[in-house]
């Protein structure tokens, strides 16, 4: 796999915005506030327009290969010849090797809920991307209590840009015992992402490692998380009934409401058969 990365990140992710605040009282006051700026990055894969992502300007190599893993579009970093980013971080050229990932007539629009996301195109399902006709069933407990209370410690600690702007969420990679990786994205999904990346083109076993996420853990996060393989998906915050289901039907495991002095965690009750609708 060839990676040509020729974005060289500026610093202007924000720019600063007056505002006026305005009380039940009726008093005002002139603010400023420091905003973040949404860029945006066209993803080609064999010559097909297959995405669009609004994120921020980092870690772009990771962001684009953990995509395409956690939508299923391809099995891992392997499948990728080569992946080119253009100076200005505008456009990413992903070129696959023959037999790997999507067919280009499969072209979709779809556009996701973190912020101006689309996907132009679906999985390959005879092509190995891990999908419902690939089932992964992790079934390792290999993350003890005092593993998940240091990987929360550690993500307590705000990261830079969110301290800047409140506007970011983080994700954070534990792996053999320590954080090894963190990053921020103005997206939930794009955070994870970029942290699926890292995994796989640094050539770690998911299967042994926790990521922890500042989002929600719905279905499409937990999605990326069982076609990602991990081996545990930690959030601060709550998940829903769907995403729990889906997390014990692949052996995901999930924790929720993870703060320093607490972390719940679904008990192994009998649960329906969702379908395969929700992969």
Not at 176 to 181: A, D, K, L, S, T
Request: aromatic share 8%; proline share 5%.
């Amino acid at each position: 796999m060839t990676i040509s990365d020729r974005f060289i990140p500026q610093t202007g992710y924000t720019e600063n915005v007056s505002f006026v605040t305005v009380r039940n009282d009726g008093s005002k006051e002139d603010i400023s506030r420091t905003l973040l700026r949404e860029h945006h990055l066209t993803v080609f894969i064999n010559e097909t327009r297959a995405m669009e992502i609004a994120c921020t300007p980092t870690h772009l190599p990771f962001l684009v290969t953990g995509r395409l893993i956690s939508e299923g579009l391809i099995s891992g970093a392997d499948d990728i010849n080569i992946l080119d980013i253009c100076e200005k971080g505008l456009n990413a050229k992903v070129f696959l090797k023959e037999g790997c990932g999507i067919k280009t007539t499969d072209l979709i629009n779809v556009q996701s809920c973190c912020n101006d996301n689309k996907n132009f195109v679906t999985a390959d399902r005879g092509s190995g991307a891990p999908g419902i006709s690939d089932p992964t069933i992790m079934d390792n407990e290999i993350f003890t209590p005092e593993d998940i209370f240091r990987l929360i410690s550690h993500a307590n600690k705000d990261m830079k840009l969110h301290r800047e702007t409140s506007g970011t969420h983080s994700c954070y990679l534990y792996h053999e015992g320590e954080v090894i990786f963190s990053c921020e994205d103005i997206g939930r999904h794009n955070a994870l992402d970029k942290v699926i990346g890292k995994i796989y083109l640094d050539g770690l076993s998911p299967e042994r490692c926790a990521v922890f996420t500042t989002g929600r853990t719905p279905l499409d996060m937990v999605r990326k998380g069982i076609r990602a393989r991990l081996g545990a998906l930690v959030s601060k915050s709550v998940p829903t009934y769907d995403a729990v289901m889906l997390a014990k039907e692949y052996g995901l495991k999930l924790y929720s409401r993870a703060w320093p002095d607490s972390y719940e965690k679904p008990h192994d009750l009998k649960f329906p058969d969702i379908g395969p609708n929700h992969m």
